[in-house]
Each structure stands twice: as C-alpha cells, then as structure tokens.
C-alpha cells in the first residue's frame, strides 16, 4: 500500500495541462484514447446516472472542428475588426492535437439530483481523463470558455436538448517535459478545522 500510495501521490501531483501547442505532432493510438474513456466512466456519480458523453475528434475531423470554432469565434469574414490571425490560429488549433474529445452532459431526469451534481461528476470523468493521460505520458487539456458551454458547440457534437456542452479535451504527445507545479498557497490557509 505505501508503494500505491506513492505512486498516486506522485500522479495527482505531476498532473499538468498541456496545450496543443506544446504537442509534437505524433499521433496517439486509438487505443490509449479508449483506455482514457474507459477510466472516465469510473467517476463517481450520484444515482448512477452516468451523465458524461464524449465525441472523439480526429484526422480530417479535427479540420471541421476547427473551422467550427473559428467561424463560432468570427462567424463573417467581412466584418470590420475580422482579424485573420486570430481566426486561423482558432482553426488550426485542434490539427495540432492527436484527438480531441467533445465532452458533454446528459441531464437526468430525477429530481433528487441537482443540476449541479450531474456537471461536477462530469468534471469528476474529465479529471480521472487527466490522470489517465499523465499516467501513459501523454499531455492533455481541457478548452473551456464560451464556446465550451454553448448550445452551437452542443449541436455541432450531434447531441439534443437533453444535453449540454462542456468543453474540449486536446490530447497530444508532449513536445517537452511537464512544467513544474506550484500553489500560491498551502492547503492550510484554505482549510478550518472543527471539534
């Protein structure tokens, strides 16, 4: 067990985002991206209910995902203020990730289970993605923002009104190392303690 717990400890702590532009261009095997989904479903989650969908994006998908995303941020072209830069760099964003995976939430039905614990069991899916990912050495990163929790986002996944979106998750082999972690503050000042 010490050796289990070390090992767990190291994880959680080693754990980094790494962007798609900190990637090398090698491709991922599918395989690895399955193991990935499989530890995802083994988050916790109130009543079973399992809300966590995924997406996997790649090859000449991750071209349309990018356009999407470019065009979500500046739908016309010739619009004062269109700024080309900005819009490629959206659009070719997902090509330099090996997949990326849309991530979104079916909401449940049963009215004992608030909204709220439904989106952090997904959040629960996508940390044990991260882990995973660490732990094969692979780099990884979850793309939030407006375009994360939007309803084009939803619908450009092929979901229904019975969901919503909640992000991207870039995967990718790290082009260098993890950067060194850090903390502003321990966990002390962020913790009280009660008898």
């Given at each position: 067990m010490k050796e289990e717990l070390a090992i767990l400890k190291r994880i959680l702590a080693e754990r980094r985002s790494i962007k798609p532009e900190d990637y090398s261009g090698e491709l991922i095997d599918d395989h690895?991206?399955?193991l990935i989904l499989e530890?995802?479903?083994w988050a916790p989650t109130h009543g079973y209910t399992e809300p966590w969908r995924f997406v996997v994006y790649?090859?000449?998908a991750l071209n349309r995902l990018g356009q999407f995303l470019a065009t979500y941020d500046q739908a016309d072209p010739e619009a004062e203020g269109f700024n080309q830069i900005?819009?490629?760099r959206k659009a070719n964003r997902p090509a330099m990730a090996s997949h990326v995976?849309?991530?979104a939430m079916k909401s449940g039905t049963n009215?004992?289970?608030?909204?709220i614990e439904e989106v952090a069991a997904v959040a629960m899916a996508v940390q044990n993605m991260w882990l995973m990912t660490?732990?094969?050495?692979?780099?990884s990163y979850w793309s939030t923002g407006e375009v994360a929790f939007s309803e084009a986002l939803r619908d450009f996944m092929g979901f229904d009104e019975d969901h919503k979106a909640m992000g991207l998750f870039y995967l990718g082999k790290p082009a260098k190392e993890n950067p060194k972690g850090r903390r502003i503050s321990e966990i002390e000042s962020k913790v009280r303690w009660e008898d």
């Open positions: 690895f991206v399955k530890q995802a479903n790649k090859g000449e900005r819009f490629d995976i849309g991530i009215p004992k289970i608030p909204e660490h732990t094969l050495g692979l780099g």
